[in-house]
């Protein structure tokens, strides 16, 4: 079981706009803004999409967004594409004693 | 452009260790931490621990104390992962990833190694 709580599924279709929810706890979302989101493709290594919760790293396309309320950060994208089919992960600063917790993963299903 | 290339796959027996190296090249080596993360066939990410390649200052996580050993050469930018004491349930991709900040660590990971696999079996 992971610490932080992603939807196993989501799907949308091209053009379309999709939100990923990442809920943890008053100990790591809720406390920190150091949310980050990654992007994984089969066989590939994840790649930074998101940092600090709302930054997207140069080279990312202005499409994914991210935000955070209370202790649930989400990850949007708009105007989906078929390269977005994916999975992706949340990840998130813990505190001093438990200092880095994952989300269990999304898989990005482009209809 | 920074890059990440980590050494191949593995195979071990239960009970035996691991070391996987993960050679950096395109910036400082000394001047951002190191990661390693860790995925099991179908499964999530897992954060093991981080090495500070400046100080060669470590920070594991909880599940991994007493069988995880991080260690660098800084006269050849590598990062090293040892893990000890195999068992099944360790098959898994090994990734080493770069901190996203200069001298500090905030659990933001870029850029990644392209992994490694490590199979434990009998």
């Known amino acids: 079981q992971s610490a932080l709580t992603q939807p196993a599924s989501v799907s949308g279709s091209p053009g379309q706009s999709i939100t990923i929810s990442c809920t943890g706890t008053s100990s790591d979302v809720g406390s920190y803004n150091l949310v980050s989101w990654y992007q994984q493709h089969p066989y590939k290594a994840p790649k930074l999409m998101i940092y600090e919760g709302s930054k997207r790293p140069s080279g990312v396309s202005n499409r994914f967004s991210g935000s955070k309320s209370g202790n649930t950060a989400s990850l949007t994208i708009s105007g989906l594409q078929a390269e977005d089919e994916a999975d992706y992960y949340c990840?998130?600063?813990?505190?001093?004693?438990?200092?880095?917790?994952f989300g269990g993963g999304t898989k990005l299903t482009v209809l | 452009q920074v890059q990440l290339v980590q050494s191949g796959a593995e195979v071990k027996k239960p009970g035996a260790s691991v070391k996987v190296s993960c050679q950096t090249s395109?910036?400082?080596?000394?001047?951002?931490?190191i990661h390693w993360v860790r995925q099991a066939p179908g499964q999530g990410l897992e954060w093991m621990g981080w090495?500070?390649?400046?100080?060669?200052?470590?920070n594991y996580a909880q599940k991994f104390q007493g069988r995880v050993t991080m260690t660098r050469d800084t006269s050849i930018s590598t990062a090293y992962m040892e893990l000890t004491r195999l068992r099944a349930d360790d098959t898994a991709v090994y990734y080493c990833a770069r901190e996203l900040w200069f001298g500090e660590w905030k659990a933001q990971f870029d850029p990644w190694g392209q992994g490694t696999l490590v199979t434990v079996s009998s």
């Open positions: 395109g910036y400082i080596f000394t001047n951002y931490y």
């Open positions: 990840c998130s600063y813990a505190g001093s004693s438990t200092f880095v917790v």
């Open positions: 090495i500070n390649p400046n100080s060669g200052g470590t």
